[in-house]
């Protein structure tokens, strides 16, 4: 029951460029979608999100687009720094999905000084 | 900043043992989930809690799990007779309203380990 994917397990990135990660998803009910942001032995923090009525939001370094149509939603960190080296997973709920949320597999971001 | 807390970090326990894991969720926060990740898989819901009473569960939650909040603060899982799939990473969250579009702030996690 994979309804959020993250394809990409782990990504690799200079410091000072930009970092993307790519999330799907499969089910057309959800309506809200939100990055976090994990370091070992921590639990996720909540980074930003996004509603299914807008296709993007920015915060600082970080800006989500979300594309309806391909079910499909990325994250974009610029500059990287590397502090930023963590795992990000996608996350997504509905109206149809009560109260939980839809975790992906994570992609772990390294940040390369 | 209020954060979520969980205690303890690491739990080992027999199979077929009783095991509680304590959290203490943000304290304006109405609404309270438990998490777990096993080893390399993703995050997966087990259950929300509102109101003293559960909201909803997953197929994970099943009669050998149970949640409680005894006091004003604390929040609990308890695993009644543990086997070796329940060893993972068990995470508290909370959040301040139910609805879909509010984020949900997460604790450190306690691992457990079944032997």
Redesign the interface.
């Known amino acids: 029951d994979q309804q959020v994917k993250q394809n990409s397990p782990s990504l690799s990135v200079q410091e000072g460029r930009i970092s993307i990660l790519n999330c799907d998803y499969t089910n057309s009910m959800f309506d809200y979608f939100l990055w976090y942001k994990k370091y070992p032995a921590e639990g996720p923090t909540f980074l930003i999100s996004i509603s299914s009525i807008k296709d993007k939001n920015e915060d600082g370094r970080f800006t989500v687009f979300l594309n309806k149509s391909a079910k499909h939603l990325s994250l974009h960190i610029v500059p990287s720094q590397p502090g930023d080296s963590a795992v990000y997973f996608c996350a997504a709920s509905g109206w149809n999905t009560g109260n939980q949320f839809y975790f992906g597999t994570g992609t772990s971001l390294t940040v390369i000084p | 900043e209020p954060e ?1 807390t ?1 205690t303890p ?1 690491h739990q080992v326990t027999q199979m077929g043992q009783e095991v509680i894991l304590r959290c203490v969720p943000i304290s304006n926060h109405l ?1 309270f ?1 438990w ?1 777990r990740q096993i080893l390399g ?5 087990l259950v ?1 809690f509102y109101n003293n009473e559960i ?2 569960k ?1 197929e994970i939650f099943d009669d050998q799990f149970s949640v409680e909040r005894p006091d004003g603060s604390n929040f609990t899982l308890k695993i009644r007779s543990t086997k070796l799939e329940d060893s993972a990473m068990y ?1 508290c ?1 909370s ?1 301040e309203m ?1 609805q ?2 509010q ?7 306690t691992r457990l380990s079944i032997l």
């Open positions: 979520v969980q970090s609404y989930y998490y898989q993703k995050v997966e819901f929300s909201s909803e997953s995470f969250a959040s139910g879909v579009n984020p949900q702030h997460f604790g450190d996690g």
